[in-house]
């Protein structure tokens, strides 16, 4: 090895022994909090308000969203955003609307380290609100509110909603878990492409719409008139769901699992997967396996209840609802 090389290599070795204890030093004084060496400039903006409205609209890009009562029974929203995509605040015509405005370059997303972005709503009890969310990336938690609709839509992020509401609940994701607890409405329609849905301790006046492309979907002490789930691949597990009308439940490949549950009329079809569980009622049962054991008890009297699989294995009983 030449002299030169040598020389390089010692510098270049400089250079690292420095850069690493700039690094410490850097790191000691943000308290390891890798964030702060993000390179996106970041404020919190608070936005009070004094108008009326009946319908509040958040269109916004990448931001976790979590909803809070008010303790002085005042509308006010806080904002923690980077300062390249802050959000405007209007009212007009009884619409709040929250809307994001991007001003960054495509050098803005590159970054090391990332904050990430939250809208905080703080609401009084305004059970005549009409709630609309719209949302590429982020996380969205609703607390026991209970509003006119519900209507949310985003990309890749999950939701939990302890909120009710008078008419409808719809909620549209692409990636991400829905959790309903806790909740009543008239209508719930509910999607989500990969991820799983969850319901508990729910009271829905007339129908539940239950839609997933691949996940599963888990309903515990639900009350409704009709049930509608559908999906490709993922297992569907109800335990005491009571439907006065219809459950009606469709699978590619998934299994079926229910415990004390019941309905004037089940229908369960599933190409791939076992269906299994108790019912409290007796059942006129029309069933059939192309492959696979059927166990379902003798009775000949109450509503239809027909299950169909290609594989899989078919196994009923009937249960007192006291047990």
């Not at 509608?228 to 597990?237: A, C, E, H, M, P």
């Amino acid at each position: 090895m030449n002299k030169k090389i040598k020389i390089s290599l010692i510098i270049s070795l400089c250079f690292v022994f420095t850069g690493a204890i700039l690094f410490v030093i850097a790191m000691s004084i943000n308290n390891w909090d890798f964030k702060k060496l993000g390179s996106q400039n970041f404020e919190t903006n608070s936005y009070e308000f004094t108008q009326e409205f009946n319908n509040l609209l958040i269109n916004t890009s990448t931001a976790d969203i979590d909803f809070q009562y008010s303790n002085d029974e005042k509308c006010k929203i806080i904002c923690y955003e980077n300062k390249k995509e802050k959000h405007s605040t209007t009212i007009e015509n009884g619409i709040l609307s929250i809307n994001c405005i991007n001003e960054k370059k495509w050098y803005d997303y590159i970054s090391l380290f990332s904050n990430n972005p939250k809208i905080t709503v703080y609401l009084p009890k305004l059970e005549s609100l009409n709630l609309e969310i719209k949302l590429s990336t982020g996380d969205i938690n609703i607390t026991d509110f209970t509003f006119e609709n519900i209507s949310i839509s985003a990309s890749t992020g999950d939701v939990k909603c302890s909120a009710s509401s008078k008419k409808q609940t719809k909620i549209h994701l692409s990636t991400g878990d829905i959790f309903i607890e806790n909740s009543m409405a008239e209508n719930y329609d509910l999607v989500s492409s990969t991820g799983l849905i969850k319901l508990n301790n729910v009271v829905c006046s007339n129908e539940i719409k239950l839609k997933v492309t691949t996940g599963d979907n888990y309903l515990t002490n639900v009350n409704c008139k009709n049930i509608v789930s559908t999906g490709s691949t993922g297992d569907i597990n109800l335990n005491s769901v009571i439907a006065t009308n219809n459950i009606s439940i469709t699978r590619n490949t998934g299994d079926v699992e229910f415990y004390k549950c019941d309905a004037s009329e089940i229908v369960i079809k599933t190409s791939t997967g076992d269906v299994e569980g108790t019912l409290l009622s007796d059942k006129v049962f029309i069933t059939k396996s192309n492959t696979g054991d059927i166990e379902i008890p003798k009775t000949t009297t109450g509503g239809k209840c027909k299950i169909t699989t290609n594989t899989g294995d078919i196994e009923i009983s009937i249960i007192n609802n006291t047990n």
